[in-house]
T-cell receptor
Framework: QKEVEQNSGPLSVPEGAIASLNCTYSDRVSQSFFWYRQYSGKSPELIMSIYSNGDKEDGRFTAQLNKASQYVSLLIRDSQPSDSATYLCAVSEYNQGGKLIFGQGTELSVKP | DTGVSQDPRHKITKRGQNVTFRCDPISEHNRLYWYRQTLGQGPEFLTY????????KSRLLSNRFSAERPKGSFSTLEIQRTEQGDSAMYLCASSSLRQGADTQYFGPGTRLTVL
């Protein structure tokens, strides 16, 4: 059974701090990695995708991928109260139709 | 708004009734996925279509669940003889092979409550 593991949290950080969210996955053939943000009662919203080892930055968000360690992370710089949400890590294999395997999500709370 | 729409947004039904949900994907997207999400968990894959062909169905999925995408556009998910354990958020997502295949955009979801 392919697994994606995240700490459920809650992770609490003060406003303006860096929030670090981590995810590990069990299947070495996973090729694509995604971070989704989900507000309470809403559907997942895509934040970042990453396919190659290293860092990928988009605004205040940086995704980091280490395939050797089977580890992907999301850093949120200058955290804002509006970033308070559950962050879902998802992985897929291209030759498996692209279906996503999700972690259980990490709840982030940014305190003013 | 991602461009993926779902209807209805909420459904309350009694145990044993049948329910049907609809998903309209982003118009140029040829892949359509259904997921189910319960409280405190990440979405769980149910099934997916490429155009009108249903290419995979989760082995964990009861045979009370059926999905169709008759013309390769919208899709329906039917649950027969609903059970209280079917209560969840049902999410639809779409993606395009021509745009990198597996970047999926989710609709707003249909929240099902089985009494």
């Amino acid at each position: 059974q392919k697994e994606v593991e995240q700490n459920s949290g809650p992770l609490s950080v003060p406003e303006g701090a860096i929030a670090s969210l981590n995810c590990t996955y069990s299947d070495r053939v996973s090729q694509s990695f995604f971070w989704y943000r989900q507000y309470s009662g809403k559907s997942p919203e895509l934040i970042m995708s990453i396919y190659s080892n290293g860092d990928k930055e988009d605004g205040r968000f940086t995704a980091q991928l280490n395939k050797a360690s089977q580890y992907v992370s999301l850093l949120i710089r200058d955290s804002q109260p509006s970033d308070s949400a559950t962050y879902l890590c998802a992985v897929s294999e291209y030759n498996q139709g692209g279906k996503l395997i999700f972690g259980q999500g990490t709840e982030l709370s940014v305190k003013p | 708004d991602t461009g993926v729409s779902q209807d209805p947004r909420h459904k309350i039904t009694k145990r044993g009734q049948n329910v049907t949900f609809r998903c309209d994907p982003i118009s140029e997207h040829n892949r359509l996925y259904w997921y189910r999400q319960t409280l405190g968990q990440g979405p769980e894959f149910l099934t997916y279509f490429q155009n009108e062909a249903q290419l995979e169905k989760s082995r964990l999925l009861s045979n009370r669940f059926s999905a169709e995408r008759p013309k390769g556009s919208f899709s329906t998910l039917e649950i027969q003889r609903t059970e209280q354990g079917d209560s969840a958020m049902y999410l639809c997502a779409s993606s395009s092979l021509r745009q990198g295949a597996d970047t999926q955009y989710f609709g707003p979801g249909t929240r099902l409550t089985v009494l």
